[in-house]
């Protein structure tokens, strides 16, 4: 698997305004947590192997914590 490079920001960083859809086709962005302490993206591929060596716990924490911070649109 090839290496590719990131780039780390420092923690505390703001997150730049984002609009982005959500698995439930709704657009979302960071002005839809005002309360939040941390919000979670995660740009990940189904075809990725590490991506499914964890998809079910990932799932999982989804499924856990969406009734508690699910949006009302």
Known sequence: ?????????????????????????????????????????AFISNRCPYVQAIREAFAALAQDYEPRYALSA
């Open 1 to 41: 698997m090839p290496l590719t490079p990131s780039a780390s920001i420092a923690p505390g960083t703001k997150a730049p305004p984002f609009n982005l859809p959500n698995p439930h086709g709704h657009r979302i962005g960071l002005h839809d947590f005002p309360e939040a302490r941390a919000v979670l993206i």
